[in-house]
């Protein structure tokens, strides 16, 4: 078997047992028996494709999307899983915990912590715990800078000519900007703040995406953190791949080899790992870690992925409806009303 340079299937017998072993380049896999649940190990090679949204492009290189990484956890079966807690001040608040405009209503920060349990590829139980404090007013301010920033490409060289020049000027409150404009100001650190151009193309884009972080905001926080698990743990461990070569950009397909273990972890065991991993037990490996900075790309993802959801929530909503309670039923209902009148004068 040690010259056997393919991932195959392959059988080991002794007197007393008989255990499977999942041959890989770096390593084998054994059927392993934990306490009264058995671990059997799968491999798989995973399918990307650009155009479903698994991986989008990052200057130079390729990320996976939270949607690319939900498909290859169906091999790795990481379980994410919502404490009751989050820490907030040093205070235990309600796990997620959101608060709000007195006025408005809308969301302004979210607290929320995952925790991922699964396998690592030696077959040991491993929890990564993340949380995020997520300040809708703070990526506001960072979508505007990013926009004060973009300078204008000519021939695939940047040049030094401002791409949004009128969005935003940095000052105090006392000094509006003597030029023309619609002008706001939003403090950043006092005295200093960011005096906007709220009819500036540029900043009606921030504001619609801050409409949308106040919506979504528990959302958004959600899928940040829980990508961050998948990227993280073990069993995937990727952050970066590689499309296939001469692929056409938009469309292309990139291969990805997961190995993992089917088990059979119920839902008593998950609470039991839960419990022992909040406890800080010994016995799993660990790692906790909150996170401080979210990538505009990330983020701008995970904005798009709670769109989609609440997209989805609506159409489900819609077709459970019935078409007296629809705002404009479908042409069919029309049809089988005159049918039924025509019928009925018979």
């Known amino acids: 078997m040690g010259e056997n340079k393919t991932d195959k299937l392959a059988e080991v017998s002794t007197e007393k047992e008989k255990k499977v072993v999942l041959i890989a380049d770096f390593c084998k896999f054994y059927v392993k028996a934990k306490g009264n649940y058995i671990m059997r190990p799968v491999k798989a090679q995973v399918t990307l494709y650009e155009k479903a949204g698994h991986f ?25 899983v ?59 301010i960072e979508s505007i800078q990013a926009k004060m920033k973009r300078v204008e490409w000519k021939s695939g060289k940047k040049t030094d000519k401002k791409l949004y020049p009128d969005c935003a000027v940095t000052g105090t409150k006392d000094e509006r900007p003597d030029k023309p404009g619609s002008w706001a100001f939003f403090d950043t650190v006092p005295p200093l703040g960011l005096w906007i151009n709220y009819e500036n193309k540029a900043i009606i884009d921030c504001l619609n995406e801050h409409t949308q972080r106040q919506r979504f905001g528990d959302r958004i926080a959600q899928t940040i ?32 080899t997961v190995y993992g273990y089917r088990h059979e972890l119920g839902p008593p065991q998950i ?38 959801d609440q997209k989805n929530e609506k159409d489900i909503e819609e077709k459970k409806k019935t078409p007296g ?22």
């Open 225 to 256: 953190v829980e990508r961050n698990i998948l990227k993280d743990h073990p069993a995937i461990g990727i952050s970066k791949i590689q499309p296939q070569e001469k692929g056409t950009p938009g469309s292309q397909r990139a291969f990805v």
């Open 271 to 308: 609470d039991e790992i839960l419990a022992q991993a909040e406890r800080g037990s010994q016995t799993i490996e660990m790692e906790a870690e909150v996170i401080e900075e979210v990538r505009p790309e990330e983020e701008e993802e995970a904005i798009k992925e709670a769109e989609k």
């Open 82 to 140: 919502t404490p009751q807690k989050v820490m907030v001040d040093e205070k235990e608040q309600p796990n997620p915990y959101i608060e709000r405009n007195p006025k408005t209503k809308m969301i302004e920060t979210v607290s929320i912590r995952k925790i991922g349990i699964g396998f690592s590829l030696a077959g040991n139980v491993t929890v990564i715990d993340k949380t995020l404090f997520y300040n809708i007013y703070s990526y506001f």
């Open 56 to 80: 989008y492009k990052v200057k130079d290189d390729y990320a996976l999307s939270y949607e690319g990484y939900k498909l290859l956890n169906k091999v790795a079966s990481i379980s994410t």
């Open 325 to 346: 309670e629809m705002v404009e039923p479908p042409e069919e209902y029309y049809l089988k009303q005159q049918e039924a009148k025509k019928e009925s004068e018979k």
